[in-house]
């Protein structure tokens, strides 16, 4: 486990930084700016040079007028100078699309990756991408806050993996810093389903197919596991893929049933073998699915439609 950083780019207490507490709505009357990135360069320089080599360093806080891309960028490159194999989320510059988190312009806005918040990312091959969600309704820890079910919580993991992302779930601290021991129970329990099933989330690359809100997929060289989170009809039909099916085998317990047309997949298991989070496939092919351009699903995929 690598040691990583969470870093605010706006410090409302600090005397020099132009917008004030709460949430940034007042103005100081003597603010300095340039006298305040000096600070924050600094400061990330010594947690990097005492507390490093780190894994990555997550900014927030980008969002405020007095940071600019110019400030975001500079310090980009300042602090790969220091460590050139950090990782930097792409808020340390001004190019973030609001809370959806995909950077516009990535040539001109410093970022290593994307940051969609409290969402699951669209399928995006191309840049990395990181879902930040929380395990409750809020980032800090709140008394009594609706915490997500297990199912909500390995959903919303097999569709950013299958949509080619990495999920990064909040678990904010009691005020005496132990984790709320109900949270951690969760936890465990999406663990206890990982030991069972990791092998289709850990490695692997999201695709063949794109995702969808009943089914992702994910793969590893020439294995390709189809999760499928809702059976909308007796049997799942699938738009053909480039590569012929060699085997086939129910990851999750009991058998399947895949048929390969020249323009679908037919993929059947009986209801005793379904599972309630997500029932999976495991296909191996005849070649490496990395060659394989991403394929959209159908918004309905019943046999009466095909």
Request: glycine share 8%.
């Amino acid at each position: 486990m690598r040691f990583c950083t969470y870093h605010s780019i706006c410090d409302w207490y600090h005397p020099d930084y132009p917008m004030g507490s709460p949430r940034g709505r007042s103005e100081k009357p003597n603010p300095n700016m340039p006298r305040y990135y000096e600070y924050l360069k600094n400061q990330t320089r010594e947690i990097i040079e005492n507390y490093g080599p780190l894994g990555l360093m997550w900014f927030d806080g980008e969002w405020e007028e007095p940071w600019t891309r110019e400030h975001g960028n500079a310090l980009y490159a300042y602090l790969k100078d220091i460590q050139p194999d950090l990782i930097i989320n792409n808020r340390i510059s001004k190019g973030r699309r609001g809370m959806a988190g995909m950077t516009e312009n990535p040539e001109l806005n410093a970022g290593d990756y994307d940051t969609p918040e409290q969402r699951i990312g669209s399928f995006q091959k191309g840049r990395p991408w990181e879902t930040c969600m929380t395990i409750c309704r809020q980032w800090a820890w709140k008394p009594d806050d609706t915490m997500k079910s297990l199912k909500e919580c390995v959903h919303t993991l097999i569709q950013v993996v299958g949509g080619d992302g990495n999920l990064l779930l909040n678990v904010g601290p009691m005020p005496d810093g132990r984790i709320e021991p109900r949270q951690v129970e969760r936890l465990l329990e999406i663990g206890r389903w990982l030991d069972k099933y990791g092998q289709s989330i850990y490695g692997t690359r999201g695709g063949p197919y794109k995702t969808a809100a009943h089914l992702a997929s994910t793969y590893r060289d020439n294995v390709v596991y189809v999760h499928i989170l809702d059976w909308q009809n007796d049997t799942l039909i699938l738009p053909a893929l480039p590569r012929k099916v060699v085997e086939s085998s129910l990851l999750t317990g009991g058998t399947v049933n895949v048929h390969q047309m020249p323009d679908t997949i037919e993929i059947a298991v009986a209801r005793r073998d379904r599972r309630e989070i997500a029932t999976i496939v495991k296909l191996v092919l005849d070649g490496s699915a990395s060659e394989i351009e991403p394929i959209a699903i159908p918004s309905t995929a019943s046999p009466e439609d095909e």
